[in-house]
């Protein structure tokens, strides 16, 4: 077995040959993925459901779909984007060929998450073959079986040349992060993350952090009730709340949250039964110990249990929970919950809801219901988050053409789609000159005078329509 440094030098070495460079190469990797999820779904959606009892319905849409769909974008628009972006001139470089070249950065270490462990390696991991990189992937040893089968996976259908699986908890991640990448892509926990940023700190590696934080749902105005009770229920309780950009917490006033919760209760019983831990579509919660945080959670808060609680600590089951009159000093309101647990605050006017949300960290994602789109655009205006959406929950990040990231505490950097092409290639402004016009160049060259400096400045000032003064480059 090859130790870590062996692997990444190996990796280095098949880097520096060139032979991811070519758009034949990546295509064949992409279009080598996707048969990866063509033949084996079967035991994907197996792996899902031995680490999280994920329902197969979820399981295709969240770690399948969405990553086949980004596969298909990119494979039918990497050739454009590749190709270089020719840049603007002035009169000085008139003649001269300006462009931003995209390059793969070298060997990228993509280290994944427990609570979507296909889609959030594999989906990053697109962006990284398509600028042409070589990668090493860390599963979260949390989702052990999709661990191992990522493990087994991904050497049988990708280059092993160029890709490796690397396997193991905490200590093993440490030391992978003593080694020095060209990029690294996190998505985890705030703590780990700056654990992340401090290994990254010492080789001076650039970092994407995808994390999480509490997404709040300001509700206000009118609205239908019923969709907005179906769409908030649904993008909560998906994967038992274990999604980052899952609804945290209901900001709305009494009167709404009073005439919303006979509506979520319908929703609940007509999602799941009357019976939620007998349902085959409710998951579960992914170990003891995640399980244990939540109940411990609900127990210290003060709040009212209108919906739910019940929990079975064998199965690993929380029944989907609404708790009501939870104050902002709450324990449900100290940490992102993570599981399913959505507590409502009530509050008397719009200003009051965006004031709390932006009393705190910036959110990876930002909810909005009303029918009212001036409270809509208002909310959207004057707030900041990683992503926005109104009237629904979480089917942003679905969407390949959206950047999918964080902002603040919630992360840095975005992909999906072309954003992660982006995120994995560096933009090298190039300049291509030739040895003509140089006797325009000598008015360059010392000894320097100021007929020569009011000429050059003419030359390379950025005229713009209409202006009769100009800034200078």
Avoid at 21 to 38: I, K, N, Y
Avoid at 79 to 84: D, K, V
Avoid at 157 to 180: D, F, H, M, P, W
Avoid at 284 to 297: C, K, P, Q, S, Y
């Amino acid at each position: 077995m090859e130790g870590q440094k062996q692997v990444l030098e190996r990796l280095r070495g098949v880097f520096r040959s060139g032979v991811t460079l070519p758009v034949h190469f990546r295509l064949t990797q992409l279009e080598a993925m996707m048969s990866l999820f063509e033949d084996n779904e079967t035991q994907i959606l197996e792996a899902m459901h031995e680490d999280l009892a994920k329902p197969k319905f979820e399981a295709v849409l969240s770690e399948i779909e969405i990553v086949v769909n980004d596969l298909c974008l990119t494979i039918s628009n990497l050739q454009t984007w590749m190709q270089p972006t020719y840049v603007g001139t002035n009169l000085a470089t008139k003649l001269d060929d300006c462009f931003v070249r995209r390059e793969p950065l070298g060997v990228v270490l993509i280290i994944g998450a427990w609570n979507y462990p296909l889609q959030l390696i594999m989906l990053p991991l697109i962006g990284a073959i398509a600028a042409g990189n070589c990668a090493i992937l860390k599963p979260s040893e949390i989702s052990r079986a999709t661990e191992k089968l990522l493990a087994e996976l991904i050497p049988k259908y990708l280059s092993q040349e160029c890709y490796a699986v690397i396997c193991g908890g905490a200590e093993e991640t440490k030391t992978l992060l003593e080694n020095r990448f060209d990029h690294i892509f996190y998505t985890g926990s705030q703590s780990v993350a700056r654990c992340i940023l401090q290994a990254a700190a010492v080789h001076l590696t650039p970092v994407t952090l995808e994390l999480g934080g509490k997404c709040p749902c300001l509700i206000y105005g009118r609205l239908d009730m019923k969709a907005a009770a179906k769409r908030l229920v649904w993008a909560k309780f998906f994967n038992a709340g274990q999604s980052c950009v899952a609804p945290d917490y209901v900001l709305c006033t009494a009167e709404t949250r009073d005439a919303l919760l006979p509506f979520m209760k319908e929703a609940l019983e007509s999602f799941y039964g009357s019976e939620p831990q007998q349902s085959q579509d409710m998951g579960r919660i992914v170990t003891d110990r995640h399980w244990d945080r939540l109940v411990e959670l609900l127990k210290k808060s003060e709040g009212k249990i209108v919906i739910g609680g019940e929990s079975d600590k064998k199965t690993k089951y929380i029944a989907p929970t609404v708790v009501v009159d939870v104050k902002e000093s709450d324990a449900l309101m100290q940490e992102e919950i993570f599981g399913p647990i959505l507590p409502i605050l009530t509050i008397k006017s719009l200003d009051e809801g965006i004031n709390f949300t932006n009393e705190r960290e910036k959110p990876l994602a930002l909810y909005a219901f009303s029918d009212e789109s001036q409270v809509v655009t208002t909310v959207l205006e004057r707030t900041s988050s990683g992503g926005f959406c109104s009237n629904d929950g979480i089917v942003h990040m679905s969407l390949s053409g959206l950047p999918f990231g964080g902002v603040g505490a919630s992360g840095m950097g975005n992909y999906h789609g072309r954003w992660g092409f982006e995120t994995f290639s560096h933009k090298r402004g190039c300049m291509m000159r030739s040895w003509l016009l140089e006797r325009v160049n000598v008015l360059r060259y010392p000894p320097y005078n100021e007929s020569n400096l009011s000429w050059l400045r003419w030359a390379t000032t950025a005229k713009k329509k209409g202006w009769a003064g100009c800034s200078v480059m």
